[in-house]
T-cell receptor
């Protein structure tokens, strides 16, 4: 366990389904991130929350909707996804203006859209 | 433009030998941080080593060392005495002054017995 917990680990969903990914950290960090990792592509930053406010949305389609109810929890709500959205979704946390240890990542949710 | 470039998609290394993974970066920020992460097949990203742009010495963490050449904007990772458990994907990443972490495409390392 890294200190950042993601659930579920695996998710298969149809294109008309609605599901949510959950991320939880108890490291005392005040910034949280969603990354998408597709095959053979660099990790793509999707959303950044700092002090529970969204500070970055890298032009992510509206079918992905993040929610950060408090500094320890981050959700990614999914609806009407496309097959190309199948990927590993990684959550990370850090201390804003982090020291030299960068981000702490969760184990990811492997999403398959059918 | 790509901020982090890893030119080696995959590498094979014999057990107990050393392997060097290449990483070059592009930034105009005077202050930045460079990281290497390991990603096994299970998916989690494991922090390995960090180098600050103002650090005078190359970072070392156990069998990992970072060959930092600032003028050439390179931050190669050296894994010494490779073990079978080192087989994984390795990512180079950079944190700029905006605190965002950008990743390279990764290098797959396969350690042979």
């Amino acid at each position: 366990e890294t200190g950042v917990t993601q659930t579920p680990r695996h998710l298969v969903m149809g294109m008309t389904n609605k599901k949510s990914l959950k991320c939880e950290q108890h490291l005392g960090h005040n910034a949280m991130y969603w990354y998408k990792q597709s095959a053979k592509k660099p990790l793509e930053l999707m959303f950044v929350y700092s002090l529970e406010e969204r500070v970055e949305n890298n032009s992510v389609p509206s079918r992905f909707s993040p929610e950060c109810p408090n500094s320890s929890h981050l959700f990614l709500h999914l609806h009407t996804l496309q097959p190309e959205d199948s990927a590993l979704y990684l959550c990370a946390s850090s201390q804003d203006n982090p020291d030299n240890y960068g981000y702490t990542f969760g184990s990811g949710t492997r999403l398959t859209v059918v | 433009a790509q901020k982090i470039t890893q030119t080696q998609p995959g590498m094979f290394v014999q057990e107990k030998e050393a392997v060097t993974l290449d990483c070059t970066y592009d930034t105009s920020d005077p202050s930045y941080g460079l990281f290497w992460y390991k990603q096994p097949s299970s998916g989690e990203m494991i922090f390995l080593i960090y180098q600050g742009s103002y650090d005078q010495q190359n970072a070392t963490e156990g069998r990992y060392s970072l060959n930092f050449q600032k003028a050439r904007k390179s931050a190669n990772l050296v894994i010494s005495a490779s073990q079978l458990g080192d087989s994984a994907m390795y990512f180079c990443a950079m944190r700029e002054e905006n605190d965002k972490l950008s990743f390279g495409a990764g290098t797959t390392v396969t350690v042979r017995a």
